[in-house]
Each structure stands twice: as structure tokens, then as C-alpha cells.
């Protein structure tokens, strides 16, 4: 590896590092606003949103967690009454996860407050009132790009198709 190789690499790492700490940031404050426990419960109760019906161990692999920590969130979620479990029929060891009524009045409210909440949302917009909406799309085709090579395909496929999972007109992040 070159020597400029190993500083975009260090740069790239920082750089990512500094825009995590503000994403986790905005993400802890979505949370207590929805009156969740944690950032990891509203991402998770996001996924069920979009995708009812969902596995446990579907959201552990989407989300880079462990089964065991997605079933204990999930149970604080069902205290809450923001979802319900139900085994499947054709494997009773399989459970499948949907949103309450409760549950989905929480994301579509904390969807309302991505602009006020998430800084990213003031910075994507800088960015494209600098350069252009195409370099905005550049921008994420290349995120993508970043991830699914990290990742593989079917471990993120499901962040750029839980937008087309909403029903219409619920579109309100572009």
C-alpha cells in the first residue's frame, strides 16, 4: 500500500468517525423523543415498520447485531406495546414481528422529526445547494457502493428498499 493510500484510508476512517459521532448522537436524541430506551430500539422498530412480519434473526443480520440482543429489545418493545410476536405456522421455532398501531404512530412521528432532529439532514442539503442534486445522488450511489462491498448486497439491500416498503405518499426522506 502507498504512502497516500494509507492516508486517505486514516483520513477516510476519521472522517467517517466524526460524522458517527453526530449520527449517534442524532439517533439517541430520536429515540428519547419517541420515548424509546435506545437508538437500537428505534432502528429496530423502524425495520418492522417497513418490513412487518420480519424475522428476528433477519434484523440481527440487517443490523450487525446479535439475535440475543435483538429479542431483548424486541421485549422491551412489547412492553411498550409497540409490537407483537407471532411464531410461524410452518415453524414454531421461527418468529415473526409486526408493528402495533402503537408502534407505528411512533415511526411515522419520529419520520416527521428527521429534519429537525438529524443534522445530516441540514448537511446533505448544504451539500447539494454547493454542488448539485446529481453529486447529492453520486454521493449515495457511492455510499452504497461502500457498503454492499463491505458487506455484500444482501446485507444492505434492505436500507434502500425500506423507503419503497412504506405505503404511497408516505415518502417524506429523499
Not at 419517541?34 to 422498530?45: E, T
Not at 407471532?86 to 398501531?101: A, C, F, N
Request: overall charge negative; glycine content about 4%.
Amino acid at each position: 500500500m502507498q504512502a497516500g493510500s494509507v492516508r486517505l484510508v486514516y483520513e477516510t476512517l476519521n472522517m467517517l468517525r466524526a460524522i458517527n459521532v453526530v449520527n449517534k448522537e442524532d439517533w439517541e436524541r430520536a429515540a428519547k423523543e419517541a420515548d424509546l430506551d435506545s437508538s437500537v430500539q428505534l432502528n429496530i422498530l423502524w425495520i418492522i415498520y417497513c418490513y412487518e412480519g420480519v424475522r428476528v434473526t433477519q434484523i440481527a443480520d440487517w443490523t450487525f447485531w446479535h439475535p440475543s440482543s435483538i429479542v431483548i429489545h424486541i421485549k422491551k418493545l412489547m412492553e411498550k406495546g409497540l409490537v407483537v410476536i407471532e411464531k410461524s405456522e410452518l415453524d414454531g421455532r421461527v418468529v415473526h414481528v409486526y408493528p402495533t398501531q402503537a408502534g407505528r404512530a411512533v415511526i411515522e412521528k419520529s419520520r416527521q422529526n428527521v429534519p429537525a432532529i438529524f443534522r445530516l439532514t441540514y448537511a446533505l442539503e448544504k451539500l447539494e445547494e454547493r454542488y448539485s442534486p446529481a453529486v447529492v445522488a453520486l454521493f449515495f450511489e457511492c455510499l452504497a457502493f461502500l457498503a454492499q462491498t463491505l458487506h455484500g448486497g444482501d446485507k444492505v439491500r434492505w436500507i434502500q428498499e425500506s423507503e419503497d416498503r412504506l405505503p404511497l405518499g408516505e415518502h417524506q426522506i429523499s
